[in-house]
């Protein structure tokens, strides 16, 4: 099996996924970092994506009562 070429990876992801671009102030991104290893996610997009999974859980909690 062959390696598979840029392209061929970004047309995949263009279609498979949504891109939402953060911007932080300088050193913000590396506290990130080393706060997605201390949580054990596996990357600082993965930690993103939970946080804001269970930003909205506690959100629609909230509403609920």
Same mark, same amino acid.
């Given at each position: 099996? $062959?390696? +598979?070429? #840029?392209? #061929? /990876? @970004?047309?995949?992801?263009? /279609? *498979?996924? =949504?891109?939402?671009?953060?911007?932080?102030?300088? $050193?913000? +991104? &590396? &506290?990130?970092?080393?706060?997605?290893? *201390?949580? $054990? %996610?596996?990357?600082?997009?993965?930690?993103? @994506?939970?946080?804001? %999974?269970?930003?909205? &859980?506690? =959100?629609n909690?909230?509403?609920? #009562?």
């Open positions: 099996m $062959g390696k +598979k070429s #840029t392209a #061929t /990876k @970004n047309a995949w992801n263009a /279609k *498979n996924y =949504d891109q939402v671009r953060l911007v932080v102030p300088k $050193g913000k +991104k &590396e &506290e990130l970092k080393i706060h997605a290893e *201390n949580m $054990g %996610d596996k990357s600082l997009n993965a930690f993103v @994506n939970r946080a804001i %999974d269970e930003t909205i &859980e506690r =959100d909690e909230k509403k609920q #009562t």
